[in-house]
């Protein structure tokens, strides 16, 4: 029971982290596609700022080849955080790093970056929040603990009437 517990909450919980990611790969990706056929970085819109301690929007990010910030929505602290250089150097070896990015301790954030190429290259970095997401998670964990417990009470419940039984046929 506890090996079956286990697996549901790690398989659920794996199931709720990598489905945080869809948005970012969608919005990343078709904004490295038109990057790459030439769309300036000056047309797309990162004119919102968005608090990424407070928000659970999408924000945006955009580096170029050298990985010096260009671009960006999202803010901590009224500036642009900076993202971790192996993160960018990873993604120019594989064309794309999905990571969860933790740039304060209050903050935790699914990234998603996707290299583009083209008259300039560099990154589209897209990210949102991960706080709705650990939430669940918690809620989760605290579900299959019931479960689990529940799973022995009753265990111990039919083991200890299984004795019993077995107890009363033998004295008669």
């Not at 970085?41 to 990010?61: H, R």
């Amino acid at each position: 029971m506890t090996v079956s517990a286990g697996l549901i909450y790690v398989v659920a919980q794996q199931n709720y982290r990598l489905n945080a990611n869809d948005p970012q790969i969608q919005l990343a990706e078709d904004f490295a596609a038109q990057l790459t056929a030439g769309r300036t970085v000056d047309s797309i819109n990162t004119s919102a700022s968005i608090d990424m301690a407070k928000s659970l929007s999408l924000f945006i990010f955009v580096y170029d080849d050298a990985g010096k910030f260009v671009a960006g929505s999202g803010k901590l602290n009224g500036q642009y955080p900076v993202i971790p250089v192996g993160v960018l150097d990873y993604a120019k070896k594989v064309g794309e790093n999905r990571i969860t990015w933790q740039p304060q301790t209050d903050v935790r954030v699914a990234l998603v970056v996707v290299r583009y190429e083209g008259s300039h290259s560099g990154y589209v970095a897209v990210g949102r929040s991960l706080r709705e997401v650990e939430q669940r998670v918690s809620v989760l964990g605290w579900q299959v603990l019931g479960a689990w417990l529940a799973s022995l009470v009753g265990l111990f419940v039919l083991i200890a009437g299984s004795e019993i039984l077995i107890s009363r046929r033998s004295v008669q």
